[in-house]
C-alpha cells in the first residue's frame, strides 16, 4: 500500500483561501545495485548483474552523447527525454526582440533534462498502486497579519536601506515560497511604499520614490 500526504498549499487566484494537493509519502531511495539485483533475481532476466549493469552505463553514455548533440530520446517501454536550458547564475534575461542581445551561447547552460512518462507506463504504475491517505501536511503560517508584515518590511528597509527575500522570510515566519510571491505582489501594486529593483540573485526590495504632481 502506498501512502499519500494532503498538503495544504495557499490559492494565490482567491486570497485569503486554500487548496489542497497531493504527494507521496517516501518509502525511501531504491539504489542502483538493489534494482539490478532484483531485475536479475532467479535469473528472470537471462543476465548477469554485471551484465546489466554494464548495460545501463553503455545506455547512460549513449544517452548523453545525443541529448548533448540536440536530440530527444525515447525508451519505448518507459518515457522520452530531452534537456531544459536556462541561464546561468546572475545573468539576466534579454528581451524576444530587443535592439542588443544581452545574451550569448556562454551565458546558458544545461539546466536539467525532461522526462515525459510513456502513457503505458503510466497506466501499468497506476494498476499496480493502491493508495491510503499517510497523513496532512499544513502551511507554516505567520503570527502577523498582513498589514503587520507590511509595516514590519517598511522598517527593515528605512533601517538597512533595502530588503531580500531572506529577511523578509525572517521577520514574518512566512515559507519563503509565500513571501516571494507576497513582496511581489506588494511591490508591484498600487500605492506600494517599497519596490523591487535588480533580478534573481541580486533582487532587493527599496523605498518607493515620492510621486511629485
Known sequence: ??????????????EGTKRCCYRVASRGVIEQDELLEQMCRYGRSGITVGAAKAVLIQLAEVMQYYLANGHSVRLDDIGSF????????????????????KRN??????????FRANKQFLRDINRACKLELGGTSRMNRSPFSKEERISKAVEHIK??????????VSLTRLPKSTATRELHDYAHSDGALFVAKGRRAALVYVLAQPQHE
Open 1 to 14: 500500500m502506498t501512502q499519500y500526504i494532503k498538503t495544504e498549499m495557499p490559492n494565490f487566484q482567491e
Open 82 to 101: 530531452s534537456l531544459s536550458l536556462g541561464l546561468k547564475e546572475g545573468r539576466e534575461s534579454e528581451e524576444l526582440d530587443g535592439d542588443d542581445a
Open 105 to 114: 551561447a556562454r551565458s546558458l547552460h544545461v539546466k536539467g533534462v525532461n
Open 159 to 168: 533601517t538597512h536601506s533595502y530588503m531580500r527575500v531572506d529577511d523578509y
